[in-house]
């Protein structure tokens, strides 16, 4: 089985309501168990290696299905762009980028609204303006 299907698969069982009532299930028999073991080193390591381990598993699991969310995103995001004819297709490489031109890009748009400036017009100077800027400034 590749790792994306068990990540989605896991992702979805690990976000459902019974997966959280099973979790607090445990934790309730864990506390509860406490005084039978007289809240020993060893009583309180289960339940700190367990949810370490869990925790450290999660984190991969949740950073694959962000990714796979995020390509989705953008990938209709791009098919929208491409769709409409008003769109600029500089638009489609943004993620070349680095983080200063994404925040300039992103402070012409916020111009735009502002002004209230014909939309056409300006999106025009600013999608010209970033298809002469090099991408490694």
Known sequence: MKFERFAQYLAKRAGSSHTFMLALMLIV?????GPWFHYNDTWQLVINTSTTIITFL???VIQNTQNRDNDVLHLKIDELLRATK???NAML????LDARQLKSLLQEYKDI???GDAPEQE???TTAGLRERPADD
Do not use: G, P, Y
């Open 29 to 33: 028999i864990w506390a509860a168990s």
């Open 113 to 115: 609204a502002a002004n």
């Open 86 to 88: 008003a769109a600029h």
């Open 58 to 60: 999660m984190v991969f």
């Open 123 to 125: 999106a025009e100077k």
């Open 93 to 96: 490489n943004l993620d070349d």
